[in-house]
């Protein structure tokens, strides 16, 4: 099992900035990729970013590709997600998710955190 912890969602007016931290602990080992998600109310999930553990590869989704970054720090198990020129649209629960392969990083995740909400207010 893995266990994932989000921090550092929040309120802030559109254009500005957030950080997203994930937390992992347990059996990390068995990881290869972290990643991203949202959903809005009314919407389905999305996926927003993710990076492998390994090699950092990223990949995003176009609607944040520019804006979003995500990094990892390997030695403290945890993933980042930096959230630039925040827009309205943007606003979601964000869960962070750990998969074991490294391909198909948009789907079929293993492990999901709890969730932190972020509002961007026009």
């Known amino acids: 099992q893995v266990q994932l912890v989000e921090s550092g969602g929040g309120l802030v007016q559109a254009g500005g900035s957030l950080r997203l931290s994930c937390a992992a602990s347990?059996?990390?080992?068995?990881?290869?990729?972290m990643g991203w998600f949202r959903q809005a109310p009314g919407k389905d999930r999305e996926f927003v970013a993710a990076i492998t553990w390994r090699g950092g590869s990223t990949y995003y989704a176009g609607s944040v590709k520019g804006r979003f970054t995500i990094s990892r720090d390997n030695a403290k198990n945890m993933v980042h997600l930096q959230m630039n020129s925040l827009k309205p649209e943007d606003t979601a629960v964000y869960y962070c998710?750990?998969?074991?392969?490294?391909?198909?990083?948009?789907?079929?995740?293993?492990?999901w955190g709890q969730g932190t909400q972020v509002t961007v207010s026009s």
């Open positions: 347990g059996r990390t080992f068995s990881s290869n990729a």
């Open positions: 998710a750990a998969k074991g392969s490294s391909v198909g990083l948009t789907r079929e995740y293993d492990y």
